[in-house]
């Protein structure tokens, strides 16, 4: 018996058809490269047609512990409540000194964006909110951004040698990121994120096609299912500006009709193209998702453009700007080579010649403190 949680009828058979409509698509298996070292051609196939592509047992087991001993340690430093500087131990909370916005709350089983102008308006349709125990606490944190600076776990998942090669495949050798998020989704309090369309800059670009707003990928530590997992609508990567509220109208509620969730295990990581249209619903289950979210743009997207969204910029991208937001790339290639010494690490090319050399050391963990001011969202 699938665990949706504290859901309605109508709502749990919602999840089920859409859990079975997922696994019909086939769209999962294992990173693969040719004897060319080209990206599967079934894959990419697949990723271009559904806008979104699940690679199975990306994180060892080995891994996983690492990142979840970090995932303790987060969330004993959170803020004791969404305004306290300290945590429940009386300690400088996580991100209390950062000038960045890293911490994101909701009320427990809430929609915080959905339905506002936030994030020029890209969530035009409120989620449904289920009503949370009455012992809960008033606020949680759902996101977190910046979220390297905190974990070196995460910092050394983020250089994947696999991952990194896909993004060079998508995006080519010239691939720069986007951010990066820690998304917590905890049993009975994970809030909903409405569904919406990442891409901001590029949607009248004379230029524009299904790739030019990126990507993200998705590593689960616990695997994600139908009841809190993100849902996608395969194909809409391909059609442009979608107008969200008409399809809820369509369908009559915010189950989008054609909609399919991300069903995920632990260690896996999805590819999703950011003008897909995606969305999640409150995490009324019993069990955990938490998401390590890393996204990359190609090059071309970003130079000499003015950033937009939750991420915006004061003037448009250069070579300077991106470049010193790239550094977060060679700095996690080097903390991984630490950790996997046997690994073949990634060599990210547009770096490779700078005068800088981007080792892992305690000077460099002050140097990307506040990264993510510099993150490049379009």
């Known amino acids: 018996m699938l665990d949706y949680g504290n859901q309605s009828s109508e709502m749990q058979e919602?999840?089920?058809?859409?859990?079975?409509?997922?696994?019909?698509?086939?769209?999962?298996?294992?990173?693969?490269?040719?004897?060319?070292?080209k990206l599967d051609s079934k894959i990419l196939e697949d990723y271009t047609?559904?806008?979104?592509?699940?690679?199975?047992?990306?994180y060892s087991p080995d891994e996983l512990k690492d990142i979840e001993n970090d995932l303790f340690d987060i969330l004993e430093r959170l803020p004791k409540n969404k305004n306290a500087k300290l945590d429940k131990k009386g300690r400088p909370a996580l991100g209390s000194d950062c000038k960045a916005n890293t911490l994101f709350w909701s009320k427990p089983l809430g929609d915080p964006f959905g339905g506002t102008k936030l994030a020029n308006g890209r969530y035009p349709v409120k989620m449904i909110e289920p009503q949370p125990a009455p012992d809960h606490s008033a606020e949680v944190v759902y996101l977190i951004l910046g979220s390297?600076?905190?974990?070196?776990?995460?910092?050394?998942?983020?250089?994947?040698?696999?991952?990194?090669?896909?993004?060079?495949?998508?995006?080519?050798?010239?691939?720069v990121p986007f951010t990066d998020a820690l998304f917590i989704k905890e049993p009975g309090k994970g809030a909903s994120i409405s569904w919406h369309q990442d891409g901001v800059t590029h949607w009248d670009n004379p230029n524009w096609d299904q790739f030019c707003h990126g990507f993200n990928f998705m590593g689960q530590l616990y695997g994600s299912t139908a009841a809190n997992g993100v849902w996608i609508v395969p194909g809409t990567?391909?059609?442009?500006?979608?107008?969200?509220?008409?399809?809820?109208?369509?369908?009559?509620?915010?189950?989008?009709?054609?909609?399919?969730?991300?069903?995920c295990e632990a260690g896996d990581v999805a590819?999703?193209?950011?003008?897909v249209l995606h969305g999640s619903f409150a995490n009324t289950s019993d069990d955990w998702r938490v998401t390590i979210n890393f996204g990359f743009h190609k090059k071309s997207s970003v130079l000499n453009v003015l950033g937009g969204g939750v991420h915006s910029a004061v003037k448009a991208y250069d070579e300077e700007h991106i470049n010193t937001r790239s550094r977060l790339i060679p700095y996690a290639v080097d903390a991984r080579k630490k950790r996997f010494?046997?690994?073949?690490?990634?060599?990210?090319?547009?770096?490779?010649?700078?005068?800088?050399?981007?080792?892992w050391d305690k000077n460099s963990k002050l140097d990307i403190k506040d990264y993510n001011l510099l993150d490049m969202s379009i």
């Not at 999840?15 to 693969?32: H, S, T």
């Not at 390297?148 to 691939?175: C, M, T, W």
């Not at 590819?271 to 003008?275: E, F, G, H, K």
């Open 341 to 359: 010494p046997n690994e073949k690490p990634f060599l990210y090319k547009p770096l490779i010649n700078s005068e800088k050399k981007y080792i």
């Open 49 to 58: 047609k559904f806008g979104f592509y699940i690679f199975e047992s990306v």
């Open 14 to 37: 919602y999840l089920a058809l859409g859990e079975r409509r997922a696994k019909q698509l086939n769209n999962r298996g294992p990173i693969k490269f040719d004897h060319n070292g």
């Open 237 to 263: 990567h391909k059609l442009g500006k979608v107008n969200i509220k008409a399809l809820v109208d369509k369908s009559g509620s915010e189950r989008l009709e054609e909609a399919v969730p991300l069903i």
């Open 148 to 175: 390297l600076q905190f974990s070196e776990a995460y910092l050394r998942a983020y250089a994947h040698p696999k991952l990194l090669a896909v993004a060079e495949q998508i995006n080519g050798e010239d691939f």
């Open 271 to 275: 590819i999703t193209n950011r003008q």
